[in-house]
């Protein structure tokens, strides 16, 4: 009979998601190798098995984010209505920081001082944003929106989406805002604002 595998992926998943909530929690210093594998039940052996060094989890933690999120952006279902649409993006973007805080910081600040995540894994990083980008050009050449370079209104929305989110997650929100409410208000008061007006 042969010997069950232990170092797969379940094991994979839970050693990303202790080592996100340690950096998020107490900053790239807390990530030990040994820590981690206690915390998670495992070796140090396991872990290197998986990922290598330090520097290969804090790269597999940037690529599961993005996976993470990659794959609740492109499930948004598209209505072919630009400032619905960008609104939606927007709220899966919203739901996928707050399933996975722990890799949000790793995704999309500098949380691990000198991580430079390699070309092939920052492009798929990228491509997650595909959703987002093909429904502003759609609306800019289909004349719904202004005619303005589309890279401007997508940095636009991220900007609004990445801000309210950041403030949320970091708890700089005042009491009495009600998050999904006015979140899903200003995105639509920005998209509409790239509608050209006849």
């Known amino acids: 009979m042969p010997r069950p ?8 998943l839970k050693l990303l998601d202790r080592a996100g909530e340690l950096i998020s929690a107490d900053g790239p210093k807390a990530l030990s ?28 933690l940037f690529a599961e984010g993005f996976r993470r999120f990659g794959r609740r952006m492109s499930g948004v279902t598209l209505s072919g209505d630009p400032v619905e649409d960008l609104v939606r993006l927007g709220v899966a973007y919203r739901e996928s920081a707050l399933a996975d805080p722990h890799l949000y910081a790793i995704m999309f600040t500098k949380s691990v001082p000198g991580f430079e995540p390699a070309d092939e894994t920052a492009g798929q990083a990228r491509a997650t944003m595909a959703p987002l980008e093909e429904t ?3 609306a800019v050449a289909d004349g719904a929106f202004l005619d303005v370079p589309p890279e401007v209104i997508a940095v636009s929305c991220w900007g609004i989406v990445h801000g309210l989110v950041s403030l949320e997650l970091n708890g700089n929100l005042p009491d009495e805002f009600t998050v999904s409410a006015a979140y899903e208000a200003a995105l639509r008061a920005n998209a509409s604002g790239w509608l050209r007006r006849v």
């Not at 595998?5 to 379940?10: F, I, L, V």
């Not at 998986?50 to 597999?60: I, N, P, Q, R, Y």
């Open 5 to 12: 595998r232990t170092h797969d992926e379940n094991l994979r």
């Open 33 to 60: 190798l040994r820590k981690l594998a206690a915390d998670v039940g495992t070796s140090t052996t396991a872990v290197y098995s998986l990922f290598g060094g330090k520097t290969d989890l804090v790269s597999a």
């Open 136 to 138: 502003i050009r759609k």
